[in-house]
């Protein structure tokens, strides 16, 4: 069974950084791919940044330039590291993964965590 757990969310001012992690917990032989994602009241879900296994980050237009994702793979964990918070980036924020499990590789969400940017 596998568990993607996110940190992080929470009030913050425009112009303020907040930064999210996800773990990862359960039979995990190795994570290839791991993604944010935000999904705000009456929109789609979007994807917010993506990073491979190979250490390849791909970004949503809108956050170039004041996110920033990344991965430490010894303790199956990634970041968000939000900067310069708009109030357009409030959100619930999803972590997923694909995951190797035993001889099974799967899509694995987390439950999500409310980032909100007002004053």
């Known amino acids: 069974h596998v568990q993607l757990v996110e940190f992080g969310g929470g009030l913050v001012q425009p112009g303020g950084s907040l930064r999210l992690s996800c773990a990862a917990s359960?039979?995990?032989?190795?994570?290839?791919?791991w993604g944010w994602y935000r999904q705000a009241p009456g929109k789609q879900r979007e994807l917010v940044a993506r990073?491979?296994?190979?250490?390849?980050?791909t970004y949503a237009d809108s956050v170039k330039g004041r996110f920033t994702i990344s991965r430490d793979n010894a303790k199956n964990t990634m970041y968000l590291q939000m900067n310069s918070l708009r109030p357009e980036d409030s959100a619930v924020y999803y972590c997923?993964?694909?995951?190797?499990?035993?001889?099974?590789?799967?899509?694995?969400w987390g439950q999500g965590t409310q980032v909100t940017v007002s004053s």
């Open positions: 997923h993964a694909v995951i190797l499990n035993g001889p099974m590789m799967g899509d694995y």
């Open positions: 359960g039979c995990i032989f190795s994570i290839y791919d």
């Open positions: 990073i491979l296994g190979g250490g390849s980050t």
